[in-house]
């Protein structure tokens, strides 16, 4: 995470990152309430790939779960179009970041292969309050399950609890909790059956970010991690 100020309308400041063929990776800017950005993506061969605007309030804006279609250095460029003040930038390896405002968010664009013919799916959330969020997956009858989420450095001190749903939407598992007492896990699980399952998170401190984790035929819970090596320069305007 790396958080910086827009001192004026018109100022650019861009982010580089290195990424292997193929490998997942979303975008997130959060800016502060009167502050909205635009953030533009460019490959390692200088084309451009897709943008995305933050919304009027304190919002997250995001390019979502996308794949490098190439190895080498990508670069992002967040420029101020309204209003001054601060806003994080990150980037996230084979993780997606979630919508926020919307109903149960689907993780399927950040499944990744993880061994045995197994994926792993990720999402860094944020809980205003003390509500919940609920993510969708895809199983097979027979397929293993796992699940696992944990309060994000950023935000230690969030209590969180895990629960498992079956397509019809009963609760089949709920988590245990990990060794710091913070974080909950779901050991494996076989699906009953074919369809939909969800997995919702609940916390009760405000403002809390965190990182879910599914294994879908493996156990690989590897938590989401934040691009090394961010490199950020910036461009004043005239």
Do not use: C
């Amino acid at each position: 995470l790396v958080q910086r100020q827009m001192g004026t309308v018109g100022d650019d400041h861009d982010f580089t990152f290195d990424l292997s063929a193929g490998q997942v990776f979303s975008l997130g800017v959060l800016s502060q309430a009167g502050l909205r950005v635009k953030i533009d993506l460019f490959a390692p061969d200088g084309s451009f790939i897709a943008t995305v605007t933050t919304g009027d309030g304190a919002t997250l804006a995001a390019l979502e779960a996308m794949r490098a279609s190439a190895a080498g250095t990508y670069r992002a460029k967040v420029t101020g179009i309204v209003g001054t003040g601060a806003y994080t930038f990150s980037v996230l390896l084979n993780a997606m970041f979630e919508a926020e405002g919307g109903g149960p968010q689907s993780l399927e664009s950040s499944a990744n292969a993880s061994g045995a013919g197994g994926e792993r799916l990720a999402v860094v959330g944020r809980l205003l309050g003390s509500g919940s969020d609920t993510y969708t997956f895809t199983a097979t009858a027979g397929r293993s399950i796992a699940a696992a989420v944990a309060p994000l450095a950023v935000s230690p001190g969030q209590n969180l609890s895990l629960e498992q749903l079956d397509p019809a939407g009963t609760v089949i598992a709920t988590g245990t909790a990990d060794a710091a007492g913070t974080g909950r896990s779901i050991a494996l699980l076989v699906a009953p059956v074919t369809g939909t399952y969800s997995v919702r998170v609940t916390g009760t401190a405000a403002d809390r970010w965190y990182t879910l984790s599914v294994s879908r035929g493996s156990l690989d819970l590897t938590p989401p991690a934040l691009a090394a090596g961010l490199r950020s320069e910036e461009h004043t305007s005239e």
